[in-house]
């Protein structure tokens, strides 16, 4: 348990360090949307990575990001509609 303990301060740093790294420089994070939805990456970009069920992987997508730059839509191969919301 002490070992534990005396290894805290690294620990938070490598996770304080990971976080910064996964944030690609931005200081908001997107949730996306979908029926059947398994899988999403999306930083802001013109496409986002989109993974459904019944699909062995996911593919990249073109969106349309709405006049305030908060929300991007788009629709799969399939024709499954997605959305993508900004988080502060």
Not at 35 to 43: A, F, I, K, Q, R
Not at 47 to 66: D, E, M, R
Request: proline share 2%; aromatic share 6%.
């Amino acid at each position: 348990m002490n070992s534990l303990f005396g290894r805290l301060p690294v620990l938070c740093a490598l996770a304080a360090a990971l976080s910064a790294c996964a944030s690609h420089g931005e200081s908001a994070a997107w949730v996306c949307s979908a029926s059947g939805l398994v899988n999403s990456h999306y930083t802001g970009g013109s496409t986002a990575l989109i993974h459904l069920q019944g699909f062995s992987s996911g593919g990249n997508y073109p969106v349309t990001k709405s006049a305030d730059g908060n929300v991007a839509t788009g629709t799969t191969g399939n024709g499954t509609a997605f959305q993508c919301v900004k988080k502060s």
